[in-house]
Structure formats: C-alpha cells, structure tokens
C-alpha cells in the first residue's frame, strides 16, 4: 500500500516559502481531497510524516497540519516538535473547555495554533478565549467577502494574530490582500499542491488493538507490548523510524524491539498508537502483500529460534530483528540502502541485511536457503553451527506455525 499527502505552500510577502501545509490524498491520480473522515485524513498525514521523513516533507519549514476536536483533545506525539509544526484548527471544532485547555497546553508546549476557514463566531461563551490562544488566522478570500474580511482584521487589531489569505487564486486577488494587511498567502495562484508519496505496511490491526489494551492498563507489560510489535512488521519499521526522526535525537543504535520501547518510553508510545488507532490499512487487495508479511515473520522467528538452540540467547533479538527486516526492498520497491539508512539499527544488524558477511549471516543464509529448498548450501551452514536438520525442521515449522497464528491474530506474539 502507498500512503500519499499532498503538500501546497504558504509563501510570505516577498514571495519566500515560510512552510506548507500538508493535506490528505488517498491516491496519486486525483489531486483534491476525497472526503474522508478528518480523524482519519490527519492521522494519515501524520503517519506519512514518519513513511516519507519529515526531512523530505518540511526540508526545514514548518508544516500546518489540520486537528479535529478527537486528534486536538487526544495527547499529540511529541516527535511533531513545535518548530517544525502548526497546530490548524479546523473549522468545525467548537471551542469547548476541553478544546480550550488542550490549545493552552500545546501553546505552553511551544505550538503556534492556526484557526482554519476562519469566521466569526462570537456566540459561543469561550470564543474569545481560543482567539487569545492563536498565532495565525486563515480566511478563505473565496468565500469571505472583502468587506467581511477587513472587518475582522480591524477587530482584532488589538490581538497578536498573524493572518493568512487562502484560496488566492489571481495575481490580483494576491496585490489586494498584500494591500489589506495579509502576511501570509496561500493557494493555486502560487502552487496546486503538489503529491508526495511512500509506499506502506499493512498494518496487523488485532496487534494494534493488543497494545492498546495493554498500555491502558495501570502497570502495562514491556516484555507483552514488545513482542506485540515483534509481530507486526509495520509496527516494528514505523516504531524505527520515529526513533530516527531528528526531533527524538537518538544516540544509540538498535539491537531490539524492545530496546526502542526503552528509549521512547511508554508514554510517548501510547501517544503514538493513539495517531495509529484511526487507521485500517488492511485492505482485501493487499493479500500478496500480508504473504511477504507472513514470509518476514517466519524468517524473524526462525532466526531467533535456531540462535536461542546454538547458545546464542544473548543475540537473539538481533537475530530476529534480521530477520523482520531482511524483506524491505520487496516490500517498498526502493532500493534497500535507501530504507536501511533511515533507521536508527545497530551496525552489524544493518550490514547483515545489506548482505555483508557478519556473525549473523550464517544463520540468516540457513533461514533463506531452507526457504528456496537449497539443500546443500542448508547442509553445509548446519555443520558449521553444529545443528542436526531434524531440529532445525522442527523450529523451522515452530517459525513458521508462529507466524501463521500471529496473521491469523489468535497469537499474542509471546515466544
């Protein structure tokens, strides 16, 4: 599956790109939005962010991402770092208590707050507080009339708001709110917006459930919760990837799913499955897809197995972690070495799957060469671990029983 955003800019007055604002497409042919639930439009995008890199998204400007009341009142991700994100209120959040505190504390967080489609509606009693929360005001030109337009400039004359022209479609609609008093500009006079894409993981949704369940609980289990996501290739790339975003400045490399538990720390990893929690991509066309799942899960397993019954326990997560990975390319259709480096793994893991020789190779080649039936390139690599192939059958079919329970959701992920 390919996830798509589509990425227009919001330039000064000279012209210059101040940052973008990211919006949702669900494919790369239709380039408007597609009236999907907004819940599910913004988590996508956020989900893109981590898929596509923010390096490739923002290249160092800041992006306006549009919240629902459901993703503004939820706990935000705090990978989304404050300089490099607006918080866009969207038109038809009413400003609730609720509403109110969680823009107080994104503004006490650093967020600047961007109130979408903006129209004035002084009718509801906590109104005015959200004005005094926002940094930018966008107004639709197309649908807001001048005459209304320079009314609400002049009434909050007195209030810190930058504001932001929408829907400028003509040069001359463009030399009118430069005179009126616009800051910033946006919309297809400068650049349709332009769609950029990744390709995807189907993500196991009973596993997503699981962790869910688990991190609600009081005292939540790291060792469940990892071998939760250990199941769940996508859970696993994704969680590698926000731990190689810039924003989290990791220092360590990776050996395991559950040292990158570890480093981010069960609350950031609740925040995170929150976003995930509004997504379905296990989509019925994508069978072909969940059988290389499957074949990553099996790989994974088997390594970690035959490791564990050679007296490597110690490397077993490696091991797995090897194997969970090792089918990237096919699964992305992008070279491997582009995907490798965008995630923070230890150097021997990395080199393993990029098909160097290492101290993980003889047991991965045995895995994959069991896979395409070579028999005696697996007869040679079993003397070698000194491993009798009647127990290497026996954990393969072990691996390969696990993977299947953990698509069909009937396993827990446990080992």
């Excluded at 999907?36 to 923010?54: C, K, P, R």
């Excluded at 906590?126 to 209304?148: A, P």
């Excluded at 430069?178 to 993981?201: A, E, N, V």
């Excluded at 538990?261 to 069960?266: E, F, P, T, Y």
Aim: proline share 3%; glycine share 4%.
């Amino acid at each position: 599956m390919e996830v798509f955003v589509a990425r227009q800019p919001i330039l000064t007055k000279n012209q210059e790109i101040y940052g973008y604002e990211l919006l949702y497409r669900n494919n790369n042919h239709v380039n408007k939005y597609s009236h999907t639930d907004s819940d599910v439009a913004t988590s996508e995008v956020i989900n893109s962010i981590l898929q596509i890199g923010v390096e490739d998204l923002s290249e160092g400007k800041p992006f306006f991402i549009n919240f629902t009341e459901n993703l503004l009142t939820g706990t935000l991700p705090s990978f989304l770092k404050p300089e490099l994100m607006v918080v866009e209120v969207l038109e038809t959040v009413k400003p609730t208590k609720e509403v109110i505190e969680s823009c107080k504390l994104l503004k006490a967080q650093g967020y600047k707050i961007a109130l979408d489609d903006f129209e004035w509606k002084d009718s509801h009693q906590n109104f005015q507080q959200l004005i005094c929360l926002v940094d930018i005001i966008k107004i639709d030109i197309q649908k807001t009339s001048r005459l209304e337009q320079l009314k609400i400039m002049k009434r909050l004359n007195n209030h810190k708001v930058i504001f932001l022209a929408e829907k400028v479609e003509t040069i001359e609609e463009y030399k009118q709110c430069l005179k009126d008093g616009y800051t910033y500009f946006q919309g297809y006079y400068f650049s349709k917006p332009t769609i950029l894409s990744s390709r995807d993981i189907p993500l196991l949704n009973h596993n997503l459930y699981m962790i869910v369940s688990e991190l609600s609980k009081d005292e939540p289990e790291i060792e469940r919760i990892t071998k939760i996501i250990e199941s769940d290739v996508s859970l696993s790339y994704k969680l590698l990837r926000l731990l190689n975003s810039p924003a989290i400045g990791l220092l360590n490399k990776i050996k395991s799913i559950k040292q990158a538990i570890v480093l981010l720390g069960l609350i950031e990893l609740k925040k995170w499955v929150f976003v995930l929690s509004f997504q379905d991509h296990l989509e019925k066309s994508e069978q072909i897809m969940l059988e290389i799942i499957k074949l990553s899960l099996t790989r994974a397993k088997a390594n970690e197995l035959v490791s564990m019954n050679i007296g490597r326990r110690s490397e077993s997560s490696s091991f797995f972690l090897t194997g969970l990975l090792s089918l990237v390319e096919t699964i992305f259709k992008q070279p491997k070495e582009q995907i490798l480096e965008k995630l923070p793994l230890d150097q021997e893991i990395l080199a393993t799957i990029g098909g160097q020789e290492t101290s993980l190779t003889p047991i991965t080649n045995l895995v994959c060469a069991a896979e395409k039936g070579k028999w005696e390139e697996m007869d040679s690599i079993l003397q070698e671990l000194d491993l009798r192939i009647e127990k290497f059958n026996e954990l393969y079919q072990q691996a390969i029983k696990w993977a299947r329970d953990v698509m069909d959701g009937s396993d827990l992920g446990y080992k």
